[in-house]
């Protein structure tokens, strides 16, 4: 099993950064690859950007050049870095793990950008 805790978020102005941390703990070498998921009120859950375990990235044409997924493997964590915000980002954001599938979750953390 995989546990998954995030960090980050908050309120953020239009135009401005933050960072999201998700710190992976328990089974960790049975990830083959992370992402990160968003969900805005009324909305289906959208895959933001993954990175597998060779350091190959993704990223939904929504986000290309604004948002970078990111890891450090020492700590067992994974990054999202968003820049550029906009009211249309605000969402809660989810960290996932790939075993087989989409297995592990994060609670989730809320980004709430302000125009």
């Known amino acids: 099993q995989v546990q998954l805790v995030e960090s980050g978020g908050g309120l953020v102005q239009a135009g401005g950064s933050t960072r999201l941390s998700c710190a992976a703990s328990g089974s960790i070498f049975s990830i083959n690859a992370m992402g990160w998921f968003r969900q805005a009120p009324g909305k289906q859950r959208e895959l933001v950007a993954t990175?597998?375990?060779?350091?190959?990235?993704d990223y939904a044409n929504s986000v290309k050049g604004r948002f970078t997924i990111s890891r450090d493997n020492a700590k067992n964590t994974v990054y999202l870095q968003m820049t550029s915000l906009k009211p249309e980002d605000t969402a809660v954001y989810y960290c996932a793990a790939v075993i087989k599938g989409w297995d592990s979750w994060g609670q989730g953390t809320q980004v709430t950008v302000s125009s």
């Open positions: 990175i597998t375990s060779g350091g190959t990235t």
